[in-house]
Nanobody, 122 residues
């Protein structure tokens, strides 16, 4: 019903920048919050940043002042601009969307992208 396609990962040197994108497609009524999570080897998946449909944002302390989340509601797309990258930012980054499939659904559903690798070399 909902497909999330991520792009923009890659290899970058410490101090560099990357921009991740995640586009949602399929049949649904609306998207509530959109966000980015990451999972490093041997660690649990953690929230990086999220943004509500109204544009309110929330960031993990470790990325504040370096990462910026934004969304284009007309394109059903969420972005993550990552600046001043550090080796500890290396992880697989996953897009998450909280979606109302139907206007009268009892609750929204969570959907995940396939993940995109971000590697920061020192």
């Amino acid at each position: 019903q909902v497909q999330l396609v991520e792009s923009g990962g890659g290899l970058v040197q410490a101090g560099g920048s990357l921009r991740l994108s995640c586009a949602a497609s399929g049949s649904f009524f609306s998207i509530n919050a959109m966000g980015w999570y990451r999972q490093a080897p041997g660690k649990q998946r953690e929230l990086v940043a999220d943004i509500t449909s109204g544009g309110s944002t929330n960031y993990a302390d470790s990325v504040k002042d370096r990462f910026t989340i934004s969304r284009d509601n007309a394109k059903n797309t969420v972005y993550l601009q990552m600046n001043s990258l550090k080796p500890e930012d290396t992880a697989v980054y996953y897009c998450n969307c909280n979606v109302m499939i139907r206007r009268w659904a009892l609750r929204p559903d969570d959907y995940w992208g396939q993940g995109t690798q971000v590697t920061v070399s020192s």
